[in-house]
């Protein structure tokens, strides 16, 4: 006859089944499963991490560095400095024989950003990271310009509008909040200093001197981030 089974062995079974399995290391899109990097080694440096300053929302930047030549073959972990402290993980590579790394990373935050590359060492002890590469990722937005026809007048902010004032035009942003522009591969910070644009689907009105030192002559796409309090780059 087949054996019974009592009330605590079904119980016993149920709990087995129940039981949560191991979780799984962290898994990036590509669907390769990896480890979390070791923390960094502070205090020093393991090379030098070079990549374009500025870039626009969505667009893709490399990196590229050269480490300690022990660590050729290995690892290297590109990282973001987060706001409340800490790093997270953009993407990782491998070091050729000589050392040297090349990676890129699609962005996806705008702002000032710190990003670092941390090799990872043979024995997965700490090991030192790049000096932190600071950047700036901006949203695109379009803008126009205004100045010609209007110079003498007061601006919303209480300026008057002169050839040589620097400063954007935007709908809400508090009267001096610190923008940063790029267009055509030029850079620009300037105030917010009046209120506009007034033209349907723009976000931004640049001052005739705003415009000439971007080399902005029509209506077109820029990049602009807000400027915001920021603790200076460290390693």
């Known amino acids: 006859m087949p054996r019974r089974r009592t009330l605590s062995s079904c119980l016993a079974l149920a ?21 979390p990097a070791p923390p960094a080694l502070e205090g020093v440096t393991a090379g030098v991490l070079l990549s374009r300053r500025s870039e626009l929302l ?10 300690e030549e022990r660590f050729a073959g290995r690892t290297v ?5 987060l706001p409340e402290g800490g ?8 070091a050729d024989a000589s050392a040297a790394f090349r990676t890129g990373w699609r962005t996806d935050r705008i702002g000032r950003l710190d990003v670092r590359a941390l090799p990872i060492a043979a024995d997965g002890a700490p090991s030192p990271a790049t000096a932190p590469r600071r950047i700036t990722v901006y949203r695109p937005a379009r803008a126009t310009f ?14 008057t509008l002169t050839p040589r004032l620097a400063g954007v035009a935007h709908r809400t942003l508090p009267c001096g909040t610190l923008v940063d522009l790029l267009y055509a591969g030029r850079t620009a910070t300037v105030p917010v200093v009046d209120r506009g644009p007034f033209r349907a689907g723009h976000s ?11 080399g902005f002559t029509t209506s077109d796409t820029i990049g602009a981030v807000r400027v915001r309090d920021e603790p200076p780059v460290s390693p």
């Open 87 to 94: 790093w997270i993980e953009l993407t990782r590579t491998v």
């Open 15 to 35: 709990a087995v089944a129940a039981t949560p399995s191991p979780a799984r290391a962290q898994e990036p899109a590509g669907g390769v499963s990896y480890e």
């Open 58 to 67: 969505g667009g893709r930047l490399t990196f590229k560095g050269t480490l």
């Open 77 to 81: 972990v590109l990282q973001r400095r």
């Open 204 to 214: 931004w009105d640049l001052t005739a001197a705003t415009a000439r030192e971007l």
């Open 146 to 159: 205004f100045g010609p026809g209007l110079y003498g007048r007061q601006t919303a902010c209480g300026q």
